[in-house]
C-alpha cells in the first residue's frame, strides 16, 4: 500500500545525488571498504542498501534504481512495524506509525533499534541490556552514522545507569558477560576493518556536521544569539525530544 505500483525503469538527471547511490556497492564489488576508502554520504543504508538490493534482486544497472528504492522501503517499514508490534502489542499503532511515516529508509532503519534498547524485558536485565547495546549501537552507527550516532549517544545516558546497576548489584548480576562481550567487541575491531569503519563514520560526522549546518543555513548555534539567548537550562528543554 506505501510503496505503490512498479517503477519503470529511469535514469535521473541528477548525477550528484544518483550517483550517491551508485558509486559505493560498486566500488565496495572492487575491494574498496566503506568508510575507509570510500565515504557514503548518508550511510549505508541510505546510499548503498539500495544498490545491493538490485544487485540481488535485479541487474545490477543503474535505471533499477528507483524501483529498489520501493523495496528498500518494503524491507525496513516491514523490519519495523514488527519491532513497534512486539514493541507495544498494538497492530494497529503499528501500522499507522508506519504507513503515515515518510519514506526515509535512516528513520526507518533505526526504529528496531530503539524498540529493542526499551524493551521491559531487558530492563529486568541489566547486564543483558548492556550486551545487547554494546553489540547493536556499532550497527547502527555504521547503518546511517549522522542519526545513527545521535541515537548512540542519546541512549548513553541508559547505558550508564544500566552500568551502574550491574555494579550495585554485582553479587546479583554477573559482570562476566558484559567483560566477555568487550573484549570480543575490541579483538573484532582491531582484527578486522569494523573498528577503522566505525572510526571513519564518526569521523565524517563530526567533520562534515558543521559544513553542512551552514550549506543549508541552519547552524544550531545561531540559536544562541539570534532572538536572544535563552541560555543552556533553555536549550537542553527544547533538544530534550531527542
Known sequence: LKAGNTIFPVVSPDDYHFGESMLGWWSYLNGIVPYIGY???????????????????????AGTIAQVGNLAFAILAF???LS???????????FISIFCLFGNLSWLYLTPFLCLWLSPKLYVRPSHWLIV?????????LGVP???LLLAAASGLMATYFAWRVWQNRKKESLNGVIA???????VGLVTPTGSMLLGAIRYVLENGPINQV????PWSLSWVVGGQRGFVFEVVRMSWI
Open 84 to 94: 513497534l508490534y512486539y514493541f507495544t502489542r498494538s497492530i494497529g499503532f503499528a
Open 39 to 61: 565515504i557514503p554520504a548518508h550511510g549505508i543504508i541510505g546510499d548503498d542498501f539500495t544498490q545491493f538490493l538490485s544487485f540481488v534482486f535485479y541487474d545490477g544497472s
Open 181 to 187: 562481550m568487550a573484549v570480543v567487541i575490541l579483538v
Open 215 to 218: 550549506a543549508y543555513g541552519i
Open 146 to 148: 549522522p542519526q545513527g
Open 133 to 141: 547495546w554494546m553489540v547493536t549501537a556499532p550497527i547502527a552507527v
Open 79 to 81: 523490519a519495523s512495524f
